[in-house]
């Protein structure tokens, strides 16, 4: 009865504090993925237009975003970037995490879009051209409302990934719920281990949603069967 | 001036596939024309480059030689508009190819408004005469899914028709039918051609290629090998290759 009243009484304590924390992982995680759908979307489509230049430097983009921790491009963004003297560059930390977390989901989008834009069959596109279509009507009318069809379930799955990625901006002081549970253990370092739960279970309420969407978008939309790994 | 609505003039296509040893010449220096109102029937064993020869007189398959002109304009000068001259030239596939997230009638209708700019109203009465047109006036509001393939093909060419192309090309446009609808789309065919439609056919239907074609073309390898009235060319074919052809397959 004890126990329970304390740990009840942790709970009443860290929940407002543990909340902000995961206001701050929602803002971030939405902002940069705003941000990293746009991006990989230009991009997406951009990779399917079959111009060879453009498509090496989209997958050399992509190799250096996939083939990387997110931490150390975390690190680069906020450490490294400021150093070219660039003022612009000069990022305040909410500013790092949200550039460098868009860049990294616009290198999923980017695969994804591109993908689905694949998937659509070549008969779609080619009954556009030939009533006299443009590449680009072809792709506004036909092309890309089937291909973004078949981007929602994988999306879902992105989106849970950079949720979780918010927890490693704890390193650059960003008071997000990793970060307001570590400062939380720093009071009461008895209750390490109840505390990280609670933490898990916040995510948890968090990316369930999402991740139900996601299942229930692939039985809608159909699973083009990307890998996010 | 002339009567020719397609002309084709030393026509080459050479495909080059890194896994196949030897390059594929599917159109070997082909010339030809088709008149202002003709069906022209092209028929030939598989592979023979009827699709490519089709493919390329709308430009959806670029040529390496030669020339080819819809109307008097070129489709291979880098000048023309193609895709003008593509929305005058009607194109049905063996598989349809509706677009998947539209309903029967929206297929219609779209084409006419992003290409040619008609009014949604004008484009709407259009895609509702000819949904009675093709026989299926109570479908408009299905999907592509929800449609048999007789029916999905009915409203391709109604799609194609919408534009008012001068020429209709058809690439099988039945072989994926099943046996009980195929009749009924033959016959759609056979009320363009005798509304005076300009066509040019690939098929398998001998049948349709008796009763309907003004001439037939027999391909084999790239080449034409032999061009006749049907009457003459299903009675008395001259090459062997065509004999050959019509044995193996009547
Ligand atoms: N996109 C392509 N890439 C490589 N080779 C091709 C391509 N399209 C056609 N070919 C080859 O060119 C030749 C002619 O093909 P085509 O499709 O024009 O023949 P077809 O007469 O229409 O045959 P079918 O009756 O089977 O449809 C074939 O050998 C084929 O394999
Ligand atoms: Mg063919």
């Known amino acids: ?229 | 001036m002339s009567d020719m609505m397609i002309r084709i003039e030393k026509v080459c296509k050479t495909y080059h596939v890194k896994s196949r040893a030897e390059p594929v010449r599917a159109l070997d220096n082909v010339t030809n024309h088709i008149d202002r109102g003709e069906v022209v029937v092209i028929i030939g064993p598989s592979g023979s480059g009827k699709s490519t020869l089709l493919r390329s007189l709308n430009g959806l398959q670029e040529i390496d030689s030669g020339a080819i002109f819809i109307d008097g304009v070129s489709v291979t000068d880098k000048k023309t508009n193609l895709n003008l001259l593509r929305s005058q030239v009607g194109m049905v596939f063996q598989h349809f190819n509706l677009y998947q997230h539209k309903t029967a009638f929206e297929n219609i209708v779209l084409p006419q408004t992003v290409v040619l700019k008609r009014s949604r109203a004008e484009a709407e009465a259009i895609a509702n005469d000819l949904l009675n047109k093709v026989g299926i006036p109570d479908l408009g509001g299905n999907y592509p899914s929800m449609l048999s393939g007789g029916q999905q093909q009915r409203v391709a060419i109604a799609r194609s028709l919408a534009m008012k192309p001068k020429v209709m090309l058809f690439d099988e446009a039945t072989s994926a039918l099943d046996p009980e609808t195929v009749g009924g789309v033959l016959e759609l065919m056979r009320g363009l051609a005798a509304d005076g439609m300009t066509m040019a056919v690939v098929t398998h239907e001998m049948g349709f290629a008796r009763e309907a074609a003004d001439r037939v073309i027999f391909m084999d390898a790239g080449a034409i090998i032999e061009e006749n009235t049907p009457d003459q060319f299903f009675d008395n074919p001259q090459s062997e290759r065509a004999q050959d052809f019509l044995r193996q397959i009547l």
């Open chain 1, 1 to 229: 009865m004890e126990w329970f009243a304390h740990k009840w009484d942790i709970i009443d304590q860290l929940t407002p504090f543990l909340l902000q924390g995961l206001w701050t992982t929602f803002k971030i995680s939405i902002v940069a993925i705003f941000f990293g759908s746009m991006l990989g979307f230009i991009l997406g489509v951009l990779k399917t237009l079959q111009i060879y230049p453009l498509e090496k430097l989209i997958n050399t983009y992509l190799h250096l975003l996939r083939g990387s921790p997110y931490l150390v491009q975390l690190y680069i963004v906020y450490f490294v970037f400021p150093s070219f003297n660039i003022s612009w560059l000069n990022f305040d930390s909410f500013t790092a995490a949200v550039v460098s977390l868009s860049l990294y989901t616009s290198s999923y989008v980017t695969e994804i879009v591109a993908s689905a834009i694949f998937a659509v069959p070549t008969g779609q596109s080619e009954a556009s051209r030939s009533v006299g279509m443009t590449k680009a009507q072809a792709y506004r009318y036909v092309i890309l409302p089937q291909a973004l069809k078949m981007t929602i379930p994988p999306m879902a799955s992105v989106y849970v990934i950079v949720i979780k990625s918010t927890a490693v901006l704890s390193v650059i002081g960003i008071a997000e719920l990793t970060r307001q549970g570590e400062v939380a253990i720093m009071r009461m370092p008895g209750d390490i281990m109840f505390i990280y739960s609670l933490i898990a279970i916040f995510y948890f309420f968090y990316c369930f949603p999402v991740l139900r969407f996601s299942k229930w978008a692939e039985t809608r939309f159909g699973s083009i069967g990307i890998d996010l790994k």
